[in-house]
């Protein structure tokens, strides 16, 4: 019985000492618990690093950011191409290598005469300011009427037609100066004033030919027969 004690107590004391040399070894065994807890944070680091991948994620939408600035530049190209499209087209003048055009008097208004001009070409043409008339020989050019200036330069497209009035004579015999022409030439006129817009028409006349004075005058360009008539 007492060497089973002593035995008993020899184990007892083994079993202490074991446990106190690991506590020894292990510093502290509760700080280890601690220190897998300090190293949560460390990890967050590593997780910040995790969400610094993330950010480079982000520095992936930053990718796609540059993406769409480069969308935004091909955008502006565009933007300036739809511009370039949206602005006004090529000038290109009617005259009479790209239209069709008669002079013939009217009865009313008397002494008058219509122009009529078609465009017989393939795309549009503009028709700006006013016809510059010449009666055969004649030295001095027709004033336009100022009061039918319209709002905008007139454009004909394929098949269509525009019209000026012309004032042939005063219709109170007030005119001086008095002739009878027999061939007309009708000039055109480009971007600006009295400049040269291209080939000139000669229209065919009345075999009696058209009495003309001092009066001559011609309206501007219109899209209206009844506007150009109308002065």
Known sequence: MRTSRLQLLAAAGVAVASLALTACQDGTGTRDEGASASQAPEESPSGSGGNGSTANGSGGSGGDASGSGDSG??????????????????????????????????????????????????????????????????????????????????????????????????????????????????????????????????PSLPAKGVYYDSSLTVTYWQSSMDDALAY
Not at 124 to 147: A, K
Not at 167 to 179: K, P
């Open 73 to 202: 530049s091909k955008g502006s190209s565009a933007g300036t191409s739809d511009g370039s499209e949206d602005a006004p087209a090529t000038f290109n003048p009617c005259n009479g290598a790209n239209t069709g055009v008669t002079a013939a008097p009217v009865s009313r208004p008397v002494n008058h005469m219509l122009i009529t001009v078609k465009n017989t070409g393939a795309k549009n043409c503009d028709l700006t300011y006013y016809p510059v008339l010449r009666f055969d020989e004649m030295q001095w050019v027709p004033q336009p009427i100022e009061d039918s200036k319209p709002q905008a330069v007139v454009t004909l497209g394929p098949g269509e037609s525009a019209y000026a009035g012309v004032v042939l004579s005063a219709a109170d015999g007030s005119g001086s100066g008095g002739a009878t022409g027999k061939k007309l030439t009708v000039g055109f006129q480009a971007r600006t004033p009295n400049s040269d817009g291209g080939p000139a028409a000669i």
